[in-house]
């Protein structure tokens, strides 16, 4: 890239610039996993990354029994720059020095796939937010986001925020969760949760969002990148 390596880019041109190498743009975030086998690969793995050279202010890792999610975006703007594009181009390159590769986990290949790198947040509806969100901040230890949302300090839960409504829905849960997924893996993701019963109860925004439902009305939301540059 020539570019300023500060500059952030849209949702488009972030997901254009990262999907051949195998990563997904998800939830602000740009995100693979390493599939390692084993914890200490695993651990191998995401000790290079850390040490490569800029990572800090954008590398967020999560090391699991057997692989490493790698995470990228600038915490300075909240978004995806060019030097996260940059990182992620060097760390597929370190990564294959272990002999494997960046892998978002979409694809068809039934015996070869995992889940693919998603991000979870859960979504309340609320009268008055301000009233509310002390509650929720206290009751789960979270801390607040810039644009109102509650999120994890130490990364581990879902994020938090706050649907604005105008009058209460009785009918309907008031919490349900929004499940944010590479913009190539929707479509199966549907698939699958009608398959398991599910209803699509809204598409007016797809392909932003997607609501669904179980067979008792209980909604979720599956959402992509995708539609939210307009």
């Known amino acids: 890239m020539t570019d300023d390596p500060y500059r952030k880019l849209s949702r488009k041109e972030a997901s254009d610039a990262v999907t051949s190498l195998g990563w997904r743009l998800v939830l602000g975030e740009v995100q693979t996993q390493v599939l390692t086998g084993s914890l200490p690969l695993a651990a191998d793995v995401a000790g290079r990354a850390a040490a490569v050279p800029g990572a800090d202010g954008h590398l967020r890792l999560d090391i699991r029994a057997d ?10 703007v909240a978004g995806i720059t060019t030097r996260d594009v940059e990182l992620a181009h060097e ?20 015996e070869r796939r995992t889940r693919s790198v998603q991000a979870l947040e859960i979504g309340i509806d609320a009268l008055d937010a301000a009233a509310i969100r002390p509650f929720w901040r206290a009751v789960l230890g979270y801390a607040d986001e ?12 879902p994020a938090v925020w706050f649907q604005q409504m105008d009058a209460p829905r009785p009918q309907r849960n008031r919490i349900h969760l929004d499940v944010s ?21 809204n598409d007016a925004e797809a392909p932003a969002f997607w609501v669904l439902a179980d067979a008792e009305g209980n909604e979720a939301c599956i959402t992509t990148w995708q539609g939210r540059d307009r």
């Open 146 to 157: 810039a644009g109102g949302a509650l999120v994890d300090p130490l990364g581990q839960g």
């Open 181 to 201: 997924v590479p913009h190539d893996e929707a479509p199966d993701r549907i698939a699958a949760t009608l398959a398991a019963g599910g209803t699509v109860t």
């Open 91 to 110: 760390l597929s390159a370190m990564v294959g020095e272990f002999r494997l590769g960046t892998d978002a986990g979409v694809g068809t290949d039934a």
């Open 67 to 76: 692989r490493v999610i790698l995470a990228l975006q600038s915490a300075d």
